[in-house]
């Protein structure tokens, strides 16, 4: 079960992208509620797979994976959510049932926009509308790319490609250097994630991304302590990754 805590809109410095960020002071008043965020924990549910959808979601903080069930119970991240996005509202615009569901990987803190009120400031404010047709556009550009990766792409590349997405979504909230270090260098990037949910990230079997991720601690490219993995080689990541690309990306 979820808990509310205290935290509003009006005084949220999450940086909610272009879409709570596309008007003048007056334009963005109907953000001055006072409905409780919610906290969320590891492992718990924020909306599922065929509910329907009560209102935007703003994750204020935390990480969040959007995931599909297969026929078999198989569960696929489609996508990860870090703090400062929107979750849900390719349902809400479309009036259907949630296609996907969101649940939390950490400790997360979400905000929810009732669905009238989000649904009001779409027909009448331009700003909005245009912000999500900017996120609505990325995201097709981003579903495209990562269906044809899982489509040819070795399950190696794969692993190299799902390490690099963890890295590029998460790694701003987890940059800095160690306490007492007074050097530039950044430490490398360190998540904890769940072998269960790596698995579901790169599209393969458990069994299958531990032999993988063990083959990539003995090579160097990263290094692991329980659930935590740390890449130790994200260059070399990166030409792993790549090394299947089709010349210019997804079409458009």
Not at 127 to 147: D, F, I, M
Request: hydrophobic content about 40%; overall charge neutral; charged content about 20%.
């Amino acid at each position: 079960m979820s808990l509310p805590v205290p935290h509003s809109c009006q005084h949220c410095t999450s940086p909610l992208r272009e879409l709570l960020r596309c008007g003048s002071a007056a334009e963005v008043d109907w953000l001055r509620h006072e409905e409780p965020s919610q906290r969320y924990g590891p492992g718990q549910l924020i909306y599922r797979e065929g509910g329907r959808p009560a209102g935007l979601h703003c994750l204020h903080a935390g990480r969040v994976k959007l995931t599909k069930t297969s026929g078999d119970g198989k569960e696929q991240i489609i996508r990860l959510a870090g703090g400062g996005e929107v979750l849900g509202f390719r349902s809400l615009l479309a009036g259907t049932t949630h296609a996907v569901s969101a649940v939390a990987m950490s400790d997360c803190t979400v905000c929810l926009l009732p669905r009238a009120l989000f649904l009001e400031q779409v027909r009448t404010n331009p700003a909005v509308g245009a912000a999500l047709l900017r996120l609505l556009a990325q995201g097709l550009g981003e579903a495209a790319e990562r269906l044809l990766h899982l489509a040819y792409k070795p399950v190696r590349e794969r692993l190299a490609e799902a390490l690099l997405l963890l890295l590029r979504t998460y790694g701003h909230s987890v940059a800095g250097t160690a306490e007492g270090d007074h050097d530039d260098e950044p430490h490398p990037f360190a998540i904890a994630i769940t072998r269960e949910d790596l698995a579901a990230l790169m599209g393969a079997s458990k069994e299958t991304s531990t032999r993988m991720l063990a083959e990539f601690k003995h090579e160097g490219l990263v290094g692991t302590r329980g659930s935590t993995i740390t890449l130790l080689a994200p260059e070399r990541l990166r030409q792993l990754a790549t090394r299947y690309e089709l010349v210019g990306g997804a079409s458009s």
